[in-house]
């Protein structure tokens, strides 16, 4: 009677990602696994480049551990992650036996399906990753980044994913990463791609909800035949991160559509989360609705960046203006989606216009993109802007694929990692050092440490919820407070707490 | 092409009274009224029990004065109120003269919008106040609240919708008070209603946002022929509140709905509530998705109540048994709605049942909505507990309409009113008294002092916003405070910051 919609879990990547700056710790999230891996869920997003950078920037924790802790608390799930496509976890493109080595290495490690994206939406980029995935017989997902401008539409969207089909991909990703696909265009692309290439194709939209709308989307989505949507379990969910697992189950009844989740499983994955969340409060996002982005274009992460580019040049007063050259500065470059990275060089590039002069300087970045060493977008680029690329980095444009560029480089790699305190000899290791060559060499050396959690103490939490509940009118001062008050030169030690 | 879909805006009442306790003053109001006046509202909710008891308990602001400020910031809207039927603003039946007066006043003092409900959807409780309204030429909004149990189906609250619309209602409104309102539902029973009685027949949907699906419950009401939503505005919505008024307003683009609001002036009401809500942060509601209720048929404030009564009678591991009562309960009270006030009487008789056995001790008002003294409920009264009821109170039980047997009581209200030091003579004040008797006195001989704004005081928030900015690891203490610390007798004055 019912149609079953697959649902994918964000609450290990993405979720906290979106909501904790990525700060989560593997020892925060191993409880919860067995109710995750049998609560029904299509798949479980848990592996990506933040997760990955934070594990080794800030939680000295292996993430190809992380991975394997996955796998086997996980046995009957689906894992999946982000992927880059030619950058995989890093900021630049690799050579091509760098991108099999490393699905090769994560496919082996325990990951099932490869959500492969590229931030331009340039097919080129996202070909040998997507072939490697295929390679190793995993699910290969092509990705469609959403976003608007004057040159995207909803054909073009089908159309692209005709290329990504015709790559192989085993599903369709709609990754709105900006929470600006509406209702209408959710529907209208997802029904044009079924109408297009078969009802049997599998399509997969992901959603952020910062704008407050997408929660709408998905259930238009699913009207027009999306097979899998996801969603963060509800103490992980909204503000920029995602609309919440336990909602949607709830919002099918009664309609055509199920998602057979045990919801039981559910409560007591909300719970767990519900009881992790305040020892990350320190690194949470602000919990708002923003709607501003259908207009400027510009999504909150990458306004606050322009921000503080701003008042470090004393120009604090200058954020309109920018944000009014941010649209010039995409049209000029072909209006490229805005996501990690295209949004940094399209922003900054803006506030040079800005302080500067209109393109009087460039950045390397943003010289690199009108060159075309990023791949692709969408639209021309600006042809003065292009001449003023090439005189400013004696760089030629070129139109090839980028990647076609890079000489072999893994051995390379490994020489390079071989020579690195603490490496433990494996190609995982390569891989991280490849990934992030300034941060890796650090990790390696301090990994024998083991984990840290840089999350709350729990018994410190306590004490403090116990100190709040117990008097909510006691001032600044909370509990015994110890302080060294020095007064007419003698030194005293003074506790300090509520009368 | 499109058709356009009226928005009320709940800013100034359902928003703050959901997400604040209902604390905010008047004066952090007024500078958002000559936009909210015309951005192109159909109407906006201002007024109601909650904001009316708030003000003359906790603000020292005359409700009347606040409706009065509405109507002059704001003469091109239609100002709209909350209105409890028979019990009008306070918490008992009223004797029908007293309905008539206050319509009468409000009307006078500028209200024009009158969504008239029933605890119970007992229709007889709705009759005198619809009359009273149509009188005096204002829209009369007949309500159904929205609830689910056996008992409740669309076919049912297609029908009540029916008597309302015979009693003159202007529109229907579906006032969905616990987010439980499914897509589904809200498609069915708006099409139920448009096809039975008139595509013509105005339709106005209230939904809050706790459980995090009615978003598309408003989508699906708009699909299926409402011609009105509530909404609030973004920085005053989600959680216990509503869905944010811009996201619905994108929400609609390229459907063949429209809300015509002002974006501009849009942005300028969020970026004043953005300003002012910090003020109220110590009223604030924790912001969260809760889907519980949609098994326990508990709503989040009931549950809170119940969860306290609980601990004060050192009962607090019984919670579990409670809410396995609450369901029990309702059903032999014939399956009220849980709102204000049957939530509460149903919750406390659901404790008494766990703590002293079923029905052993009745509370008086669950005796008097057992013996029909608060109107009927849908289903049957369980005939033993009834007994129960007749036995512990010596009180008969009534199926005539629980205000005919209040004796007229006008002339004895205006001459308890006259008796109060402070009281300014006027009708206004008489049915201030009569509201809230108990609170009424004390408001009179303190309003000359003027109002009072319970919020924190700007300049603080400033200084603590800074204090906060400049250092995030400078402990609880942040900014220098001042302490007087008595050592062995001698008192020092200290202060302490920082190191």
Redesign the interface.
Known sequence: MTREVGITELALRDAHQSLMATRMALEDMVDACADIDSAGYWSVECWGGATFDACIRFLNEDPWKRLRTFRELMPNSRLQMLLRGQNLLGYRHYEDMVVDKFVEKSAENGMDVYRVFDALNDPRNLERAMAAVKKVGKHAEGTICYTISPLHSVEGYVKMAGTLLDMGADSIALKDMAALL????AY?IIRGIKETYGEDKLIHVHCHST???T??SL?KAVEAGADIIDTAI??M??GPGH??T??V???F???PYEAKLD?AKL?RIRDHFAEIKPRYA?FMSA??????I??SQIPGGMLSNMESQLKQQGAGDKTREVMEEVPRVRQASGFPPLVTPSSQIVGTQAVFNVLMGEYKVLTAEFADLMLGYYGHTLGEYDPEVVEKARQQTGKEPITQRPADLIPPEWDTLVSETEALEGNDGSDEDVLTYAMFPKVAPTFFKARANGPVNVGKDPDELAAERAAAASD?KS?????P?K?E?T?NGRT?S?A?KPA
Chains 1, 2 share one sequence.
Do not use: A, C, W
């Open positions: 509406k209702p209408q265009p209208d704008t407050g709308v929660m709408v259930m509800s103490s969910s909204l609309n919440p336990e909602s189950v709830e919002m009844e009664g309609t919801k409560s320190e919990y708002s609705v923003d709607t501003d259908f207009d909510g001032g600044p001062v909370r509990g407070i302080y008050i007064v005293h003074v300090v």
